[in-house]
């Protein structure tokens, strides 16, 4: 590919902006070395892999190659045997251990995962754990062997830890004693590797030893004991053991890290061509990109593409195609319009494709393979040269014509500008007729309406043009593929308030034959919005009577599942209705034989109540609900409250609000001992109720103070009931009966047992009590009462 095009397109921006998305040097430069290729299998094969790495970071993240160095004069010195150092030890350890975190990376959840294109690139990596390990085990820093790299170091960083401590112990000892009034100050320094005390120079023939240094003033004197020289001749000649036993472990572990000098060269290789191929992901990922199709025919048809270095916010996407009806498309329209961003987006595009890039555009986009890509764009005009602007064009197509074919690409930006616009015309046409001719896949952008002639006269040459809203003087920067662009001279002249005798004047300078042109495309423009506008609202209604036909479907699903679920529901009823039939049957026989012909009539007939009773029952259950009168007002969710007396119409029921409706309307109402689930639409209220009143509907007594009662059962009554052990449906049964004698015996508060526990049966107690007409209050008892396992009940006078 001729750098020229690469330049020009920006193509050497983009690769710098690839190159920030890699994680290594190496990487990097591979980067930067990215160039487009022409081999379609290549091409396939490239995107395949960005396109898996794509997947592979929307997976499981990003990953990162930092510690992938360039090793090549390391690896080098291992090959030869040289010792490494342990700054260069430590580096392929840190390099080791990224392969085996790239290595999991790389590594399926599951064993029978289907691989991609990467799986062998990750599965080829050899952490080499073993290698990494010993020399992490050996080396604790740059600067620092551990003292378990080997036993002979160990042994003599003891023997000089011994020694340190026997000199510090003698030094000391002389500092705190006879030698401290010969000091300058009492302590140890060191100078040239010997221990040393600060001694005053009037006193150096009082202290025996050697002098190794002197203060800057003279009046100190640095002076190493003869005591401790022994001493410290053993610790330098253990420093030299020590250093010697250092260099004798790094050479030690260079030879071992030397037999897989292969195998780290290859982990470089790998590694950097996965940084590469994960920085065209991550780029991907930050522009919005696809992976496009690409094809050998000379066609392309980018939908949706944005040129990736305008920003987001301000690029509009274009579509562009050509190579079916026609391989040559020639764009006109106003200065700042977008001409040269769409010849420059379909260039760029191609090469970053045909380079394994991902693109800027909508899935199902595509490109072909060109060998070439020529492009001339912009103000190239040379002083040193002599060369005018078009001099310098014409420079440019020259080289294009003569090394063009029918498998390169040439874009044109104003062909045939710079000059007399009458002969720049006339070769324009020339020009593109010979590419035309040649089957040369050309765009190219003009102000010229002789062109936008040659395009519409000619098969096989389709005019576009780059949109221009005159109301604004703006461009839309839209690309109109099939209708030539109108140059809007006089409009926004007039526009800006160019005086209209002078936009007058200048039309009549025009021929007829141009206004006839002119008014032809200007009537093509206002055709091409209608049905633009018309298009868009069939759109709409298009989605609207999906929305429709949607939402049928759904009402449709949710009625077929309403209606399987109430014949299933049905059809278990009536089986239970059945076996219950059969259960009484079959207890009615047992009862009769068992009784035999002595029997009582009064144990048959307690028997025939008891199972009467069951009967009735079950028809209350399945007996049909009511129709509502005619006249029926449904109630509202306001005028409801909890306690207040409602009747259930279709049941024919009485009883008392206990719980709020939900979004259905649907609520329960307590009657009795029975709670009852019912909804808002079939309720009426039945007004107040004096609580006695009600008492006597609900359970046939007389609750006045003044009427009679059971003496008996007053006199017995307890003030208190323990639930304790009943589940919550007895406990409410229970609840209620005692409740009920409590108040006929005139007590005024009752003390409720259900204790602690998880306390599902303290709040059946109180869901219970809320619909209780002649419960004035209830709370749960305080110290001393029973705390949270007893509810105190307070009775209405």
Same mark, same amino acid.
């Given at each position: ?641 909890? +306690?207040?007396?409602?009747?259930? !119409?279709?049941?024919? #029921? %009485? *009883?008392?609000?206990?719980? &709020?409706?939900? /979004?259905? =309307? ?92 998880? +306390?599902?049966?303290?709040?059946? !107690?109180?869901?219970? #009590? %809320? *619909?209780?007409?002649?419960? &004035?209050?209830? /709370?749960? =008892? ?16």
């Amino acid at each position: 590919m001729n750098k020229k095009a690469l330049h020009v397109l920006e193509y050497d921006k983009i690769i710098e902006k690839l190159a920030e998305h890699a994680t290594s040097d190496p990487g990097r430069k591979l980067c930067l070395e990215l160039e487009p290729s022409s081999d379609i299998k290549e091409i396939r094969k490239n995107l395949q892999k960005t396109n898996d790495a794509i997947a592979r970071i929307f997976k499981k993240g990003s990953v990162n190659f930092g510690d992938n160095k360039e090793f090549g004069g390391i690896l080098k010195a291992l090959k030869i045997g040289s010792s490494l150092d342990m700054a260069s030890l430590l580096r392929l350890a840190s390099f080791l251990d990224n392969v085996n975190r790239v290595k999991s990376y790389g590594r399926p959840p599951r064993d029978d995962e289907e691989g991609d294109s990467l799986t062998e690139s990750f599965q080829m990596l050899e952490p080499l754990t073993f290698v990494s390990a010993e020399i992490r085990r050996c080396i604790v820093s740059e600067d620092e062997m551990s003292s378990d790299a080997s036993p002979a170091l160990r042994h003599i960083r003891r023997g000089m830890m011994l020694a340190n401590d026997r000199i510090h112990e003698q030094l000391n000892r002389m500092i705190n004693g006879s030698l401290r009034t010969y000091l300058q100050d009492a302590v140890v320094t060191v100078r040239g590797d010997r221990y040393c005390i600060p001694v005053k120079a009037e006193y150096k023939s009082q202290v025996n030893g050697l002098v190794h240094d002197q203060s800057s003033s003279g009046s100190t004197l640095f002076i190493e004991p003869a005591a401790v020289v022994e001493l410290n001749n053993k610790i330098r000649e253990m420093a030299l053991q020590e250093s010697a036993e250092i260099e004798k472990i790094l050479m030690e572990l260079s030879l071992s890290v030397a037999e897989h000098v292969d195998a780290i060269r290859y982990n470089c290789e790998i590694m950097t061509d996965l940084d590469f191929i994960f920085a065209k992901a991550s780029y991907a990922l930050e522009i919005n990109a696809i992976t496009p199709v690409f094809n050998e025919q000379h066609i392309f048809d980018i939908k949706k593409g944005r040129h990736p270095l305008i920003a987001k916010d301000k690029v509009v996407p274009i579509d562009v195609y050509a190579g079916r009806d026609f391989d040559m498309l020639i764009i006109t329209g106003p200065n700042t319009g977008g001409k040269t961003v769409t010849l420059k987006t379909v260039g760029l595009l191609t090469l970053m494709g045909q380079a394994g890039l991902a693109i800027p555009a909508a899935d199902r986009s595509e490109l072909s393979v060109f060998e070439e890509v020529y492009a001339d764009i912009g103000d190239e005009q040379s002083i040193e040269q002599s060369l005018s602007t078009f001099s310098s064009h014409m420079t440019n197509t020259v080289a294009i014509l003569e090394n063009a074919n029918e498998n390169s690409l040439c874009l044109f930006d104003e062909l045939g500008a710079g000059t007399d616009p009458t002969e720049g015309a006339a070769l324009a046409i020339s020009i593109l007729n010979d590419l035309h001719k040649r089957k040369i896949r050309t765009l190219a952008t003009t102000h010229y309406s002789e062109l936008k002639v040659y395009a519409l006269n000619t098969k096989g040459v389709q005019n576009a043009s780059c949109e221009f809203d005159v109301e604004s003087l703006k461009p839309t920067y839209r690309l109109l593929i099939g209708l030539p662009g109108k140059s809007n001279a006089f409009a926004i002249s007039s526009k800006l308030g160019l005086p209209d005798r002078i936009i007058e004047a200048a039309s009549e300078q025009i021929s007829t034959e141009d206004k006839r042109f002119e008014d032809l495309i200007a009537d093509l423009e206002m055709s091409r919005k209608t049905i633009e506008n018309e298009r868009l609202e069939i759109e709409q209604y298009k989605k609207e009577a999906e929305e429709l036909r949607r939402q049928l479907e759904q009402k449709t699903d949710k009625l077929d599942r309403q209606k399987e679920d109430i014949l299933r529901e049905a059809h278990e009823q009536a089986r239970q209705i059945l076996q219950e039939a059969k259960d009484v049957a079959d207890e009615t026989i047992k009862v009769y034989r068992k009784a035999g012909p002595n029997a009582s009539m009064q144990d048959l007939e307690r028997t025939r109540t008891k199972l009467n009773e069951k009967i009735s029952d079950k028809n209350k259950a399945i007996t049909k609900k009511k129709e509502l009168p005619a006249d029926h007002q449904i109630l509202k969710e306001s005028q409801l409250k909890l +306690g207040e007396s409602v009747k259930i !119409v279709s049941m024919g #029921l %009485k *009883g008392t609000i206990s719980s &709020k409706p939900d /979004k259905d =309307g649907n609520l329960f109402i307590q009657c009795g001992i029975m709670k009852t689930k019912a909804n808002i639409r079939d309720l009426v209220l039945i007004g107040d109720e004096d609580p006695k009143a009600a008492m006597k509907k609900f359970y046939g007594r007389n609750t006045s103070g003044g009427g009679k009662m059971d003496l008996s059962k007053a006199s017995t009554i307890r003030t208190e009931i323990n639930l304790i052990g009943k589940n919550s449906d007895d406990a409410v049964a229970a609840l209620d009966k005692y409740l009920d004698d409590a108040y006929m015996s005139h007590l005024n508060n009752v003390r409720v047992v259900h204790g602690k526990g998880t +306390g599902a049966l303290r709040q059946a !107690v109180h869901q219970y #009590l %809320k *619909g209780v007409p002649y419960v &004035k209050s209830f /709370k749960l =008892g305080e110290f001393g009462e029973g705390d949270a396992g007893v509810t105190i009940v307070t009775f209405i006078k």
